[in-house]
């Protein structure tokens, strides 16, 4: 099993951090964003499609959950590029999340959140504040 996130005694697992990455992506929030492309994981320990489905197909979105995996992130409304959603990416945002937004990271850890709380986690990950309201 992938290796959970740990922000202080709060831990987070992948389940709710894809979950969360789901909710960016489909929910229709974010949509300056478009996944570009992805960068395969030296192994999978995670992969949110598999516990339900069985197939070995995988969601861009559980890609930066597993050891040394990526997506590349497009932003195609401003002029930010593109950026890399990894491991790292993710701690920063959980940890803005949690700091910042607090009630966005109840949500999520209630398994309550929306599109909207996906897309503030994203721009959080990428580019460590809101710039898209």
């Not at 949509?31 to 999978?44: F, I, K, L, Q």
């Not at 995670?46 to 990526?70: E, M, R």
Request: proline share 4%; glycine share 8%; hydrophobic share 35%.
């Amino acid at each position: 099993m992938s290796e959970s996130f740990t922000l202080k005694s709060v831990t987070v697992t992948p389940q709710e951090v894809s979950n969360l990455l789901c909710s960016a992506w489909e929910g229709g929030s974010a949509y300056w964003a478009t996944c570009e492309s992805t960068v395969e994981p030296n192994r999978w320990e995670f992969d949110s499609d598999s516990q339900y489905t069985g197939s070995a197909s995988h969601y861009s979105f559980d890609y930066p959950l597993n050891p040394g995996g990526a997506a590349i992130i497009r932003d195609t409304y401003g002029d930010e590029g593109t950026k890399v959603l990894d491991r790292a990416a993710v701690q920063k945002g959980l940890a803005l999340l949690a700091e910042k937004h607090p009630l966005r990271f109840a949500r999520m850890l209630a398994e309550d959140a929306d599109a909207e709380d996906g897309d503030v986690f994203l721009q959080l990950c990428l580019f460590g504040d809101v710039i898209y309201g």
